[in-house]
T-cell receptor, first 113, second 111 residues
Framework: DTAVSQTPKYLVTQMGNDKSIKCEQN?????MYWYKQDSKKFLKIMFS???????INETVPNRFSPKSPDKAHLNLHINSLELGDSAVYFC????????????FGPGTRLTVL | GENVEQHPSTLSVQEGDSAVIKCTYS??????FPWYKQELGKRPQLIID?????GEKKDQRIAVTLNKTAKHFSLHITETQPEDSAVYFC??????????FGKGTRLSVIA
């Protein structure tokens, strides 16, 4: 009965590779997010989708491309991985955009070698 | 855009004592202020939130206060327990704009 799930939990890869992280929520929420948490624990929003439509796109390199096939899924594809991409990536969802509780997934720890 | 400052970055208290974490925000239009707790290796989870039409909110040992004039809000944890040890994040948001987090406070409760 996991509310927000992500796969994989750990991802270790070489520089220059392309990788994807998947996220699914079974809460019936309309809005989903991707956050990046760096080594200093700073949490920063990357993207937000509402009903499969992109509504927030922060200053993120265009090597990062989110895709939402339906409102229960938001995947993150990263091209040409760089050392600085190493971080924990959290997916989250909320009932709707705006001032609502966000439910986070367990995180994906990405390590680029 | 919104900027959220959080202090202190680390806090150690004896079990049973109180802990206070303070945040300031820059955008006077912000109207939603949640607090998230992140235990080691786990996901952030909402512990309490407050909206701009309220000055204080309490839930058992946790309380949050908001001063809109001064643009600051605080988290108060009373009778701290070892399981309160975690990183705590404040955040601020205005409507549909992104939630902006503070840099976190690592709270250690010493038994």
């Amino acid at each position: 009965d996991t509310a927000v799930s992500q796969t994989p939990k750990y991802l270790v890869t070489q520089m220059g590779n392309d990788k994807s992280i998947k996220c699914e929520q079974n809460l019936g929420h309309d809005t989903m997010y991707w956050y990046k948490q760096d080594s200093k624990k700073f949490l920063k929003i990357m993207f937000s989708y509402n009903n499969k439509e992109l509504i927030i796109n922060e200053t993120v390199p265009n090597r990062f491309s989110p895709k939402s096939p339906d409102k229960a899924h938001l995947n993150l594809h990263i091209n040409s991985l760089e050392l600085g991409d190493s971080a924990v990536y959290f997916c989250a969802s909320s009932r709707r955009p705006g001032t609502n509780e966000q439910f986070f997934g367990p995180g994906t720890r990405l390590t680029v070698l | 855009g919104e900027n959220v400052e959080q202090h202190p970055s680390t806090l150690s208290v004896q079990e049973g004592d109180s802990a206070v974490i303070k945040c300031t925000y820059s955008d006077s239009a912000s109207n939603y202020f949640p607090w998230y707790k992140q235990e080691l290796g786990k996901r952030p989870q909402l512990i309490i939130d407050i909206r701009s039409n309220v000055g204080e909110k309490k839930d058992q040992r946790i309380a949050v206060t908001l001063n809109k004039t001064a643009k600051h809000f605080s988290l108060h944890i009373t009778e701290t327990q070892p399981e309160d040890s975690a990183v705590y994040f404040c955040a601020a948001q205005d409507g549909n704009t992104p939630l902006v987090f503070g840099k976190g406070t690592r709270l250690s409760v010493i038994a």
